[in-house]
């Protein structure tokens, strides 16, 4: 059977106009085409501190894709602040050719882009700079744990002219604007917040005191860049930290700057980067517009326009915010790193079309966090721009499977022009993705398979569901190529023996085992598929213990923000998580367990194991095929079992190639 796809804008409605997100806004003295603002975010594209040609790929790809505004990645003031290896060093001369390269690409789509400056402070460490790092007190940031130095009068002048040194250069570099951060990781938000600034002299104690030292940067940058570049600040609306700055001191704050002419606009957040990041760059989880209220609050109390954020993950919910008033802009940041056409296609009429961020943060946050560059799951051209070419000849190209890999092979390859088949098994397509969306907190994965399933009948690819493909049925297709994605199953341990009680993870969230009483959860694999299936049988009234060779249970959610929502979760059912043990055998309803760091061994009473482990690719149909002289590919988890973000960019690769 052919698979049924919504039809562009289904759901959303194609001929919605979305006025307020369409109009334009003057910003200082510089004029936006739109609303759609995308804000600054670390992408690791430097190279020895310098823009590249990356970064101005990036960013052009995502002004042509009809943002009304570009904020690039922080610049920093200080050759003393480096808190990570690929930091853009805005003190540098040498970075002028960059940032001419970064905003001549920009403007050549009509759309002006700003810089953000930066000073990380405290929130740092000497592991690049072999010295201590400069904060307004001596008190340690909870991720680095460095002791700062706390800064001298003449810390701060010098610092105050490293900030309009740099605002200068950008204004030579091409900016339209510039932008001080004083949000998630800055000295100025240290400066700000009680819970950092324990000063007793002229820059510490009242709130005006606090302000200080960003009035002072402010002014210098006023000075430095002339009255034809815009300048804005960055704040954080609500650390969510004791003792941290409050919404209601926020908005004073922004007063007294706007009060004072000292910006042009104010852009928000909420959170600190390095206490509560699942707060600045929110989970899947997290409901879109859940920091409304914070730009509603800094706007009612200024006369500028405000950038409001929050997870908005349709236009829809970004003209909502407007039209509410909210804010004056919406910044998106990872909606329009999953779509660089996210403004585009609002505005023209084809708002179904949009891919959605998936908030899953492997590789945009994940990533840089792990020092790689930004990629995305969804998009697996981000960080990679490049133009599809035509190919020399139209192929047939047949794909077998259709899961992640398969779909962004075949809507890849299609959109360059071949013919395209793809053949799924099941009746619908998306492969194990959609069985992991069927997950307690997962549900934000689904928009993968549905998107790409759109693109792909978008791209004139045929799909048929329900057709088991043989190597005989393969071979009569006479394809040109046939791409297998045929993916992975469970591989069963050798310690699972003949027990008939322990099962995969994948068997437990697509029904075809439901176990009861006491259960244990094997994670082998550190992502979420061992923390959701143990919350989804303790929430049917298992008792669940989760256990891990690893010191902590599904380690990768730190990485992707889900961490605190896991563990307040795994409380309120009642999960018990166990480290450091490797299971050694399965005795009919006991497992026995070894402390690897010490050598005991443990043994637990259960009903049901169930196991989340690396897979085993499901390739029988490649080995059948693979010397028959057809030119046949592998991809996913066909070739290896790994992520979703490996099957994507598996898949966009090879139709970019073939």
Not at 418 to 444: F, N, Q, Y
Request: aromatic share 4%; hydrophobic share 45%; net charge neutral.
């Amino acid at each position: 059977m052919r698979q049924s796809v919504p039809r562009s804008g289904e759901g959303m409605g194609e001929r919605v106009a979305f006025e307020r997100l369409a109009a334009p806004l003057q910003v200082g003295p510089v004029t936006l085409p739109n609303r759609v603002v995308f804000p600054a975010h670390l992408t690791n594209f430097a190279v020895d501190g310098l823009p590249t040609a990356r970064h101005a790929a990036y960013y052009a790809a995502r002004a042509a894709g009809g943002a009304g505004l570009v904020v690039t990645e922080e610049s920093t003031v200080d050759p003393a602040d480096r808190p990570y290896e690929k930091l853009v060093r805005g003190y540098d001369p040498a970075v002028l050719p960059g940032y001419r390269l970064v905003t001549d690409a920009v403007h050549a789509h009509g759309t002006p882009v700003f810089a953000q400056l930066n000073h990380n402070g405290g929130q740092s460490d000497g592991t690049y700079t072999r010295a201590p790092v400069v904060a307004p007190s001596a008190v340690p940031d909870p991720l680095f744990r460095a002791v700062p130095r706390e800064a001298t009068a003449a810390d701060v002048a010098r610092l105050v002219a490293g900030y309009a040194d740099v605002a200068a250069r950008c204004a030579a570099g091409g900016f339209d604007g510039v932008e001080v951060q004083g949000s998630q990781s800055s000295l100025v938000r240290q400066f700000l917040s009680r819970a950092t600034n324990r000063r007793t002299d002229g820059y510490g104690g009242p709130l005006e005191h606090r302000a200080r030292f960003l009035v002072e940067v402010l002014g210098a940058v006023r000075e430095a860049v002339g009255p034809g570049l815009a300048v804005g600040v960055r704040l954080a609306g609500e650390e969510g930290v004791a003792d941290g700055t409050t919404l209601a001191e926020a908005a004073a704050t922004a007063r007294l700057l706007a009060d004072r002419g000292l910006v042009d606009y104010v852009s928000t957040t909420v959170g600190v980067a390095t206490a509560t990041l699942e707060r600045v760059i929110p989970p899947m989880t997290t409901p879109p517009g859940y920091a409304r209220h914070v730009p509603a609050a800094i706007r009612a109390a200024v006369g500028v326009p405000v950038v409001g954020v929050g997870r908005y993950l349709d236009p829809a919910q970004a003209e909502r915010a407007l039209a509410d008033g909210d804010c004056d802009m919406v910044g998106l940041a990872r909606g329009q790193i999953a779509d660089p056409e996210f403004a585009a296609k609002a505005l023209g009429g084809r708002a179904g079309e949009i891919r959605t961020c998936l908030g899953c943060n492997q590789e945009c946050a994940g990533a840089v966090g792990t020092n790689r560059s930004l990629g995305c799951v969804t998009n697996p051209r981000a960080g990679r721009e490049a133009p599809l070419e035509p190919p020399v000849r139209r192929r047939r190209v047949l794909v077998v499977g259709g899961g992640p890999a398969g779909l962004r092979a075949a809507a890849t390859a299609a959109q360059r022009g071949h013919a395209v088949t793809v053949l799924e098994e099941r009746p619908e397509t998306g492969g194990a993705v959609r069985v992991a969306a069927s997950a307690p907190g997962r549900g934000g994965l689904r928009p993968l398979a549905d998107d790409l399933a759109a693109e792909c009948a978008r791209a004139g690819v045929e799909v048929r569901t329900g057709v088991r493909a043989t190597a005989d049925l393969v071979r009569a297709q006479a394809a040109d190529v046939v791409v297998l994605a045929t993916g992975a199953r469970a591989a069963r341990p050798a310690w699972a023996g003949e027990s008939g009680r322990v099962v995969d993870v994948r068997e437990v969230l697509g029904g075809a085992v439901a176990p009861a009483g006491a259960v244990l959860v094997v994670d082998d694999l550190g992502s979420a598929a061992a923390p959701s299936v143990a919350e989804l049988l303790a929430a049917r009234g298992c008792a669940v213990e989760v256990v891990t060779a690893a010191m902590v249970v599904g380690q990768d959610l730190g990485l992707t923000l889900d961490r605190p929502r896991w563990q307040r979760r795994a409380a309120e059912l009642g999960i018990r998580q166990s480290t450091d043990l490797l299971v050694e055998a399965v005795e009919g309803r006991v497992v026995r367990l070894r402390h690897h760091p010490t050598g005991a061994v443990q043994r637990r009473t259960v009903d049901w194991v169930v196991v989340a482990a690396p897979g085993e690719p499901a390739d029988e149909l490649w080995r059948e095929l693979r010397d028959s002289g057809l030119e046949v590919h592998r991809i996913g988890d066909c070739l290896a079992p790994r992520r979703a973000s490996a099957a994507t960019l598996d898949g966009d690769r090879l139709g970019a190639l073939l």
